[in-house]
């Protein structure tokens, strides 16, 4: 398997598993928010009102479109 292969499955890698964690984001910071609130840096965001799932998929988008362009670059 050549490099150009493995950093096109790294992309589709990628894309499958952000895409389960944008579906399911919300529903998992609703049911663990006890579990949320005893770490410091993650209080400010049940503070905030949570984390909704169009914010979590806006910020995977721009962590793909990072990977996108390191790669194309590679």
Known sequence: MNL???ILLGRLVFL???LEE?????KWIN???SAIEKIEL??????SGG????EFAITVLFIFLMFMLIAFFA
């Not at 993650?42 to 503070?47: Q, T, V």
């Not at 984390?51 to 169009?54: D, E, H, I, R, S």
């Open 4 to 6: 150009k292969k493995v």
């Open 16 to 18: 499958v598993h952000d």
């Open 22 to 26: 944008v579906l399911t984001v919300e």
């Open 31 to 33: 049911e663990n928010k």
């Open 42 to 47: 993650a209080r400010s965001l049940i503070k």
């Open 51 to 54: 984390y909704t799932t169009a």
